[in-house]
């Protein structure tokens, strides 16, 4: 799309700029190439011997994943993972094209508000919201427990598999939401009005019309929730292993931190093959939408829409997604605040009773005060440069003529589908393999920051190559026709007109990295702990008030750099977000 | 020999005479002073100590208060970790070659024997006052009994209203009362280790009756948690480390209690090793040491553990000791497993079986 249009800017310039345009562009592309598929190397390496990578000696085998394959754990484990992921996709594909249709297409009170609350799940701390609905809807939860005293009714259980599907799916639906919703946004709602001129009601056209219009975003969104889901880490570990129920991302992490013999090859054979699963489902999913089609433009719509009528149905359903969004989100939110300020939370005595305000004080000292100072630290810094890297690889993908510029797309959108804990495997023997930088990243929280920073680039990218492709390329060929270089091209013209979505990537990337926790969990020693991992280890010792008011922590500066976002910047998260 | 050579020999006797004198002087001088100092001089060099450890970090703060006032130059980390992690955490890191613990804690007989095995401990150091304990205070060269700690019933006085639940039979026999029962998972070892001590005491029929009404935890935290909440109303077979929890905090006391197992307490030995491997190796021993010395033991007291050295009475009336366990549970009906491999041996068949009864 971009390469033929430069075959024919001014010549003579560019044999002088090349070079240096050239050198950039290789860098760019090798750091980026490197960074996101090296740490993989040293994971299929370490899953091929006998022994732990730093111990002397080890011969080459497959015996780990010969064990692995051969241990009915496993096996019970990836039943599991595949019952919670068909689940979590099934809820919340089905429930986000139905918001999606409400939003879009109807003409239900508060839709577009709806559509922007939908969002939240996505962007507000997941392990946070875990242990909200915990606090709230676990066993002997605050709601849980007074909806079995005072109604006699049970509610569902969050521990068994049905009941971490429902919250995974509550994480996920904006995702499927977000999918489907572009999707119907660009398309033009002129079949539908045919239909219902022809006399069609409105539940067939539904049916026959706009379901199946909606059909590759669902497949779309459904292969990536099924992906994330499989690789989902906290509420399983949570909710699951207090039970018995493994899955295969708790089977690996315990097998991880657990086993006598610490970093087993099994878990580097394990991880090889979820990557192998989750690559081959990235696969499935490119093939099913086309290249180019994965990510959502922003183009204009193809005429005004229409929107079918409710009647009666209007407030009835909007006060349907009023009370998930207030059951999924908003009580969670506030029972992690509630939380935060007792001793605990208990049915049986009245909150203030119980008020103090040490869970908040103890944020001021050791590791919680390190781990509030480092999250802060690596959003800041990993925010500026994922961005200032992934804006370069965009231009490098989209606006050069790098003989490899093709595979940068799929580079960059690559480890969205690739579960934290190999990142964080990956990253783990990588650093050890690396001499005297990967010691370094090893004991500092910069090599934490890298991780995080790979996990989470596909958000930059997603972010700025929409609008990348409104910017007309005519524009740069005007600056390389009056002899600029390329670099100067895209420093002077493009970036400057990229400079929105620089700010959108730059305040996403912030939030990612602020909440993120998994790939982290395999890298945190003494002394380079980050929020999320402070919170897991901490709730895992079955301590509540610390975690809830760091939890609000990581809500209020998610909330405030969101607002900030919005209002000074004028960022709006919308589309894209499902690559 | 003539005279001269006579003189000789009588001044080199003498020589020699003043010369072992004056080693012999020196010798006793040197033990007089704090046999410690070395280490102390040591520990003034070291950053500080990073323990491993097992305990909720409320108690461990609490003693580590104590010894701060002993020794306020060493800075002690705690990380609360789950038993396998401490150590599988240790191998990992030591192997690397990157900072470590400096001292492991944890209420594992199997880990402990294990990592005997695999040479995790510094063997370089004993305890000065460690003859006034019990002989299984010393389990293997280096690695000792930190705390033998009773498993204990901690309930729900909101819910319970007045009944006090004194055995794990009593909430067996009841299940109107004691409808939701919460405790250790076998997979947890201090679990493990406080179950094994029941059974063997009394077999399984009472664990069988409680079966479908338990809500395991894995930590005692979470336990704590279920039983505020009222999500239970008593946990059996606990973690001590609740009696601090309770003591401590003003608002648990509106609604929790404790009492011993009266007809089967399993002590649950807490091992402590200074690491092999220590960054801070005399800031760890001078903790080391320092939990076996008198103000160790009423520290260990206060903070919800179990004093237990021979003769020691706490000065403020403190209980939480092991005279206070067989005093009030008589002393056939306390078990004491060992860090042995018949313990290590039984666990797989145990927990087979304790699945089988709770899922």
């Keep these: 799309m971009t390469s033929a249009a430069y075959e024919h800017t001014a010549p003579a310039r560019r044999s002088r700029s090349l070079p240096t345009a050239g050198t950039l562009q290789w860098l760019v592309w090798l750091l980026v190439f490197g960074l996101v598929l090296g740490p993989f190397v040293p994971l299929l390496f370490a899953s091929v011997r006998d022994r732990p990578l730093y111990q002397a000696g080890g011969v080459f085998t497959l015996a780990a994943y010969g064990d692995l394959l051969h241990d009915p754990a496993f096996w019970r484990a990836a039943l599991h993972t595949l019952e919670y992921a068909s689940l979590t996709t099934a809820l919340s594909v089905v429930a986000g094209g139905a ?27 997941s392990l946070g919201i875990v242990l909200g609905w915990i606090v709230v809807w676990g066993p002997g939860g605050y709601l849980s427990s007074q909806i079995q005293s005072h109604l006699h009714i049970g509610t569902l259980d969050i521990n068994s598999i049905p009941g971490m599907a429902v919250i995974e799916a509550t994480r996920l639906l904006p995702v499927a939401y977000m999918t489907c919703e572009a999707a119907l946004a660009r398309a033009d709602s002129s079949l539908e009005d045919a239909a219902r001129s022809a006399g069609a009601p ?121 009370l998930y969004l207030a059951l999924s989100t908003l009580v969670p939110v506030l029972g992690l605040a509630v939380m935060s300020f007792v001793a605990f939370l208990t049915p049986l005595i009245a909150p203030w009773h119980l008020f ?24 800041l810094v990993g925010g500026i440069v994922t961005t200032a890297v992934v804006a370069v690889g965009t231009l490098v993908a989209h606006r050069s003529k790098l003989p490899v510029r093709r595979t940068l797309p799929f580079v ?46 596909p958000f930059a990218y997603v972010v700025m190559y929409p609008t990348l492709t409104r910017i007309g390329e005519e524009l740069d060929r005007a600056g390389r026709s009056v002899g600029a270089s390329w670099w100067r091209t895209c420093r002077t013209i493009v970036l400057p007109l990229l400079r929105p979505a620089l700010f959108a990537s730059f305040i996403l990337m912030f939030v990612e990295i602020l909440n993120d926790y998994d790939p982290a ?22 301590i509540v008030g610390p975690v809830a008011s760091l939890a609000m922590v990581q809500v209020g500066i998610t909330v405030i750099v969101l607002a900030l976002g919005t209002f000074v910047f004028k960022v709006r998260v919308s589309g894209g977000h499902d690559a | 020999m003539n005279s001269k050579s006579r003189v000789a020999v009588v001044v080199l006797a003498l020589a020699a005479l003043v010369a072992l004198a004056s080693v012999v002087g020196v010798a006793s001088a040197a033990k007089k002073p704090n046999p410690l100092a070395p280490l102390i001089a040591q520990s ?66 199997n880990l402990w024997v294990y990592s005997s095995r695999q040479g995790y401990a510094d063997k370089s150091f004993t305890p000065i006052g460690l003859d006034k304990y019990p002989t299984w205070a010393k389990q293997f060269k280096g690695i000792f009994v930190m705390s033998p700690d009773p498993a204990i ?53 009472n664990l069988q009756k409680i079966a479908k009404r338990l809500k395991p935890q894995t930590g005692v935290g979470a336990q704590l948690q279920l039983l505020a909440q009222g999500g239970a109303k008593a946990a059996y077979l606990t973690s001590p480390t609740a009696r601090f929890t309770i003591s401590s905090n003003a608002q648990y006391r509106q609604i929790l209690d404790w009492s011993y197992v009266k007809d089967g307490t399993g002590l649950v030995p807490r091992g402590i090793a200074v690491t092999k491997h220590a960054a801070s190796p005399a800031s760890a021993k001078l903790f080391l040491d320092w939990i076996y010395s008198n103000a160790g033991q009423q520290a260990m007291c206060d903070s919800g553990f179990t004093a237990y050295k021979t003769g020691f009475k706490p000065s403020n009336g403190c209980t939480n000791t092991l005279s206070d366990v067989y005093a009030k549970v008589g002393v056939k009906k306390v078990y004491m497993p060992g860090f042995t491999q018949k313990f290590v041996n039984a666990r797989p068949k145990f927990a087979s079986t304790w699945h089988g009864i709770f899922g």
């Design chain 1, 99 to 125: 918001v999606a249709i409400l939003v879009a297409r109807t003409d239900m009170p508060g839709g577009q508000a709806f559509g922007r609350l939908t969002l939240l799940p996505l962007l507000l701390p």
């Design chain 2, 153 to 205: 019933i901690v309930y729900n006085k909101l819910l319970l209203k007045g009944t006090v639940p004194t055995s794990v039979a009593q909430i067996a026999a009841n299940p109107s009362t004691y409808d939701s029962v919460t405790g250790y998972t076998v997979d947890n070892t201090f679990g493990y280790t406080g179950l094994y001590g029941y059974v063997a005491l009394n077999g399984w029929s």
């Design chain 1, 521 to 542: 969990l395999f890298l945190v020693r003494p002394g380079t702990e980050v929020i999320g991992t402070t919170m897991l280890d901490t709730f895992l010792q079955g």
């Design chain 1, 412 to 457: 960059m959108l690559y480890p969205r589908a690739i579960p934290g804990l190999i990142i964080g495997i990956g990253f783990f023997w990588a650093f050890l393999e690396t001499g005297g930088p990967g010691s370094f990243l090893r004991q500092s929280i910069w090599g934490i920051l890298l991780a995080f920073c790979i996990r989470n680039l």
């Design chain 1, 202 to 322: 409105p539940l067939t056209v539904l049916r026959r019309i706009t379901i199946p219009m909606l059909r590759p975003a669902l497949l779309n969104s459904g292969t990536l929730i099924f992906t994330l889901s499989i690789a989902s880490l906290g509420i399983p570990l949570l909710l699951g292993t207090p039970h018995n129920i493994q899955f295969v991302s708790t089977y690996l992490y315990l097998q991880w931190t657990n086993a006598a013999t610490p970093d087993s090859p099994i878990v580097s054979a394990g991880a090889m093959l979820l990557l192998l699963v989750a690559t081959l489902l990235l696969l499935l999913r490119n093939r099913l939408l086309g290249a180019e089609a994965r990510y959502v433009s922003v183009a204009g719509k193809a005429g005004r829409t229409a929107m079918l009528s409710l009647r009666v149905w209007r407030w009835p359903l909007a006060c349907a997604i009023g």
């Design chain 2, 44 to 109: 003034k060099k070291e950053s500080g100590i990073v323990v491993y450890g097992n305990p909720p970090s409320a108690n461990f703060t609490n003693l580590v208060a104590a010894f701060n006032k002993q020794y306020p130059w060493v800075k002690v980390t705690e990380y609360d970790l789950d038993d396998n992690t401490i150590f599988s955490k240790y191998a990992s890191e030591s192997a690397q070659g990157v900072r470590t613990a400096d001292l492991l804690i944890a209420s594992a007989p």
């Design chain 1, 356 to 379: 103090t305000w040490s869970n908040w004080q103890i944020l001021g000292t050791g590791v919680y005060l390190r781990s509030i100072e480092h999250s802060a630290l690596l959003a």
